[in-house]
């Protein structure tokens, strides 16, 4: 079957341009997360949506930071006015939340360039 | 203190020796354990998982958990360039979230 994709593979954008980028999780998988990861550096957690529920944002580093989940398949992550140190990859994971544990799919991921 | 401690690294060992990496986390609610290999340029995948006190094994590999010392390893037998990878330690409280370390980044020597 197929696997998490995100698109685009690359981005590159202009300083203060607002960007979008797509994931699309493993067919039934009900939790989706999204996680920055600047050059050698570990992940870092923005958000989790499980399910119908809230999704857990506090990993969302400012309010030019958002996403959505709609209809509990695809999600989108936005970044407005975006910024330098906004540059870095952008992974997106999936997981089935039935029984555990639970491992975590990733995707390609995004990589952003912010010039 | 953060809540998924790893060894800071970089770990360099030669061909064919065991890698040993080491993995301490904060949350004793913390149910299930997991090991990701990252090779450079590449996303994340699993290798190993953890939930019960003790050795975990899964043909080279070994995980190893201590509940009570909050302490998970994961050991690398006959270790091959193929391995020279970050891993990554990862923890879940069973809510679905995992935690990740910050990773090891380990180079197997011909």
């Known amino acids: 079957g197929a696997g998490v994709s995100q698109s685009p593979s690359n981005k590159v954008t202009e300083k203060g341009k607002d960007v979008e980028l797509r994931c699309d999780p493993i067919?039934?998988?009900?939790?989706l997360y999204w996680y920055r990861q600047s050059l050698g550096q570990g992940l870092e957690f923005l958000i989790y949506?499980?399910?119908?529920?809230?999704?857990?944002k506090s990993g969302l580093p400012s309010d030019r930071f958002s996403a959505e989940r709609t209809g509990g398949s695809v999600s989108t992550l936005t970044i407005q006015r975006t910024q330098q140190e906004d540059s870095a990859v952008y992974l997106c994971?999936?997981?089935?939340?039935?029984?555990?544990?639970?491992?975590?799919?990733f995707g390609p991921g995004t990589r952003l360039t912010v010039l | 203190q953060k809540e998924v401690e790893q060894n800071s690294g970089p770990l360099s060992v030669p061909e064919g020796a065991i890698a040993s990496l080491n993995c301490t986390y904060s949350?004793?609610?913390?149910?299930?354990f997991f090991w990701y290999r990252q090779y450079s340029g590449k996303s994340p995948e699993l290798i190993m998982f953890?939930?019960?006190?003790g050795d975990k094994e899964d043909g080279r590999f070994t995980a190893q958990l201590n509940k009570a010392s909050q302490y998970v390893s994961l050991l690398i037998r006959d270790s091959q360039p193929s391995d020279s990878a970050t891993y990554l330690c990862?923890?879940?409280?069973?809510?679905?979230?995992?935690?990740f370390g910050d990773g090891t980044t380990l180079t197997v020597k011909p």
């Open positions: 994971a999936s997981s089935t939340l039935a029984g555990g544990p639970y491992e975590q799919f």
């Open positions: 067919s039934g998988h009900t939790a």
């Open positions: 949506f499980q399910g119908n529920s809230a999704p857990d």
């Open positions: 949350d004793r609610g913390s149910q299930s």
């Open positions: 953890i939930y019960s006190n």
């Open positions: 990862a923890v879940d409280t069973n809510a679905g979230k995992s935690t």
